[in-house]
């Protein structure tokens, strides 16, 4: 089975990617690599990464956020999907691991379109300017409030703010289950639920990940 809150079977998940998904080549090879290294699985999954290119690509995003880069792969499919022009500012505290993302959007041909600041993500967003079209959050789960709140600021009515991870695993629902994390994801998806500045959508998919459409 693979890890996730809808756990396809290993046969069906494989078949979601091979006929439901289109990768470059370098997306594969990053994903690929992303895997073999020490957190590789804070990585979001193909389908997921080709999810948040079509909603780029449907609300003609020029401007875009991501909090929490990793290695670089949900950054290089916003990229590949912004058109000539557009931009994605990413927020990241790792040098090590943005390096990895750094030849890999080159390779593709979109470190132009990229912004990398190594801060912490709130300094960044504090000086940011708006108005941007789409938002990615996936860092540290307890600032996941403050993050949205920031982005719901920056973010244009009829853009899109995505979060990561609002299934956790299923710990959203086991009340055994006391971490730090999963407290501050529940909060955060029963805050979220009430906030009539947006629509809401909570997608199945991978860890599971939360539409916000700002009205």
């Known amino acids: 089975m693979t890890r996730g809150p809808i756990d396809l079977p290993k ?5 979601v ?8 080549a370098v997306q594969r090879r990053l994903r690929l690599l992303t895997r073999r290294i020490p957190m590789g699985t804070m990585q979001i999954g193909p389908e997921q990464a080709a999810l948040m290119q079509i909603l780029v690509r449907a609300i003609g995003a020029r401007r ?15 990229a590949l999907a912004l058109p000539p022009g557009g931009r994605i500012v ?4 790792s040098e090590e691991w943005t390096a990895v993302a750094r030849k890999h959007w080159a390779l593709a041909g979109v470190a132009g379109k990229i912004r990398l600041k190594l801060a912490p993500a709130l300094d960044t967003l504090k000086k940011l300017k708006g108005p941007f079209d789409f938002a990615f959050i996936d860092a540290d789960k307890t600032n996941y409030q403050k993050y949205y709140e920031r982005c719901l600021k920056l973010v244009r009515r009829g853009g899109i703010i995505a979060i990561d991870n609002t299934l956790w695993h299923g710990r959203v629902i086991d009340k055994r289950e006391r971490s730090a994390d999963t407290l501050a994801i529940r909060a955060f998806n029963k805050r979220l639920h009430r906030d009539r500045r947006v629509e809401v959508s909570l997608v199945p998919i991978g860890d599971g990940v939360t539409l916000a459409f700002k009205r």
């Open 17 to 24: 990617v091979a006929t439901g998904v289109r990768e470059t």
């Open 11 to 15: 046969r069906l998940a494989a078949y």
């Open 90 to 93: 990413c927020c990241d505290v």
């Open 64 to 78: 875009c956020i991501e909090i929490g880069t990793f290695t670089g792969y949900s950054s290089l499919a916003v």
